[in-house]
Structures are given as C-alpha cells and as structure tokens.
Nanobody
C-alpha cells in the first residue's frame, strides 16, 4: 500500500521560502514518478509539479514555474518541494502522490490528480504578513 507523509509546512511571509518533504513507504519509490498537489480552501486539487523516477525530468504548472523546485532522494524514500518567492495565493494544503504517468517538461498529464492514489494527510502552507 502506497503511503505518504507530507511535512514542512507553516506560516511564512510573502517573498519567503519553505521546503516541504514527502516521506514514502509501502512501495519502491525509485519505480514511481511523484507529483505535488495543493488544495486551497473551497477549491479543487491543483497539480503543481511532478518529477520522474530518476529525477531527470520535471514538469511545473505555470503558476509556480521558476519559483518552485521538486527534487528527490530515492535512498531516503523522500521527495522534496522547495518553494521560493512565496505569494499569498500559494496558501493551501500541499500533498504528494505517486504515479506511473510519464513525466516530460511539456505535457501536463503527470499533474492530473486522476492518475494518483494513496494521498497523505497533507501539510498546511500559509503565506501572510
């Protein structure tokens, strides 16, 4: 059973940075691509980025491109989301998940929630002064 535990969220001022972690268990992480998602209050789940199993390919939503960076350490069974230049509109609960959908820089399919299962409890990120 795929399991995920997201952590590292908190309250940060606009322009600040955070690094989220996604600890995985119950499966072999190196065999899966991983995506990060967020859900703001009253809105649907938004795919913000994904990374291939070997870390060589990434894809980002336009809303976070150039500000957010996904990385992974398969030996530690952990995937990271580095968030810089945070804005109030980045406020949301952030989730990670695993998928077999191919990750390329120009195709958004790896950011679609329907291709993912086994969500964690998420971690709250609040950007406010």
């Amino acid at each position: 059973q795929l399991q995920f535990v997201e952590s590292g969220g908190g309250l940060v001022q606009p322009g600040g940075s955070l690094r989220l972690s996604c600890a995985t268990s119950g499966f072999t992480l190196e065999n899966y691509n991983v995506g990060w998602f967020r859900q703001a209050s009253g809105k649907g789940r938004e795919g913000i980025g994904c990374i291939s199993s070997d870390g060589d390919s990434t894809n980002y939503a336009d809303s976070v491109k150039g500000r957010f960076t996904i990385s992974r350490d398969n030996a530690k069974n952990t995937v990271y989301l580095r968030m810089d230049s945070l804005k109030p509109e980045d406020t949301a609960v952030y989730y990670c998940g695993a998928t077999q959908v191919i990750v390329t820089s120009d195709q958004a399919s790896c950011r679609m929630p329907l291709f993912y299962t086994g969500w964690g409890q998420g971690t709250q990120v609040t950007v406010s002064s």
